[in-house]
């Protein structure tokens, strides 16, 4: 049932999914980078913070 309804409005929740999707999809890399070695703990911190200025704000409900 759920597919379903996505797949009716697959393009609407794609497009509001896709800043979710890139944010994830960033943080995965930095996680990749940091315990590959890659990265410092100081530059993976400071990416992280970066993407999560990024994040929308939501107000308390």
């Known amino acids: 049932m759920a597919?379903?309804?996505l797949d009716d409005d697959d393009d609407e929740v794609s497009d509001l999914l896709a800043p979710?999707?890139?944010?994830?999809t960033r943080l995965h890399?930095?996680?990749r980078s940091?315990?590959?070695g890659t990265?410092?703990?100081a530059a993976a911190a400071r990416?992280?913070?970066d993407v999560a200025d990024?994040?929308?704000t939501r107000r308390p409900r």
């Open 39 to 41: 990265t410092s703990d």
């Open 47 to 49: 990416a992280v913070r």
């Open 29 to 31: 890399d930095i996680a």
């Open 3 to 5: 597919r379903t309804r």
């Open 54 to 56: 990024t994040q929308p």
């Open 34 to 36: 940091l315990s590959d």
């Open 20 to 24: 979710a999707l890139a944010r994830v």
